[in-house]
C-alpha cells in the first residue's frame, strides 16, 4: 500500500509577472513523505525559493495544487514550519523572546511551553544566550536559533532554505552532524534547500533537481541516495558517495550549460 504524502505539488507552474510568457517554476511535481530528509538543489534564480514560498503559503501556484495529506490545501499558511533564506531573527528580541514568537503567535494549544525552549536551547548550544541579541551571536549560532524558532511552530513539516549557505565549511560540519542526530531523533520530515551537492548527499534520502529557466521542458530530476545511515563524514570519501557527486555535477552542469 502507497503511504500518503505529507506534501505534494501537482503540475504546479508559477510566475511573478501574469503578463510574462515563461513562469519561474513550469508543471513540478514533488512529493515528501513522513520522516523524510529531501534536498532540492538548481543553479541560483531556477525558483528554489519560490517553490518553498508556494509550500509555505505565501504564495499560491499560477497552475496546478498543494495537497497536504492528500487533500488539496488552499490555506496551508501556518501548517508548515519554514525557515527562509535569511535568518530573519528580530533584532530587537532576545535569542529567548525570538524562539517564544511562535507560542506567541499560536495563542491556543501552543506545541511548546518556555521551559521546553530552555531546554532545547541547551541542546542546541545556546544555553546562557537565552538574553543575548542576535547581533551578539555567531553566524552559526543564529542559524540554530532560527532553526529552533522554526521547530517550536510544532508542525510536522519543516522546509529550511540553504540554512548553512553563509557558514563556513568546519562550522558547517558540524552542524550536519548536529541536523542529523536531531533529525532522528525527533522523526521530522525536511525538505531542504543547497547549493552544497556534498550536504545534499550527506543529509538526503532524496534530491531533487531543478530546471533552470532555460530546460523548463525538462522537468524535475528525482535522484535517490541509496547511502546507509547514520551518515558520517567520511563516507565522503567513498567510491560509492563520489560517484553521486559525479552524477549530480553532471546533471547540473547539463542544467546551466544550455
Ligand atoms: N518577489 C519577486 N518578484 C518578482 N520576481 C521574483 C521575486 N522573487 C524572486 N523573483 C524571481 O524569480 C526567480 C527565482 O527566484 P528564487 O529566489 O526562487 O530563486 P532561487 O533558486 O532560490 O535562487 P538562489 O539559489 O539564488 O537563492 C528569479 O529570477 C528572481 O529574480
Ligand atoms: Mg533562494
Known sequence: MRITAIISLHQVSYTYDKLAETSILSSLSLQAHSGEFASIIGASGSGKSTLFK?????????????????KPAPNRLGKIAYMPQKDLLLPWRTILGNCQLPLELTCSNPHYTTIQIMELLERFGLAG???????????????RAAF?????TGQELLLLDEPFGAL?????????????ELWSDLGKTVLFITHDLEEAILLSDRIYLLPSAANEAQGMQEIVVPLPRPRHYEQNYEPDFIKLRQDLERRLHAQTSN
Open 54 to 70: 508556494l509550500m509555505a503559503g505565501l504564495l499560491q501556484p499560477s497552475l496546478g495544487e498543494i495537497r497536504l495529506h492528500g
Open 129 to 143: 544566550y537565552e538574553q543575548a541579541y542576535p547581533d551578539e551571536l555567531s553566524g552559526g549560532m543564529r542559524q
Open 148 to 152: 529552533l524558532r522554526t521547530l517550536v
Open 168 to 180: 563556513d565549511a568546519m562550522t558547517k560540519r558540524g552542524m550536519h552532524k548536529w541536523l542529523l
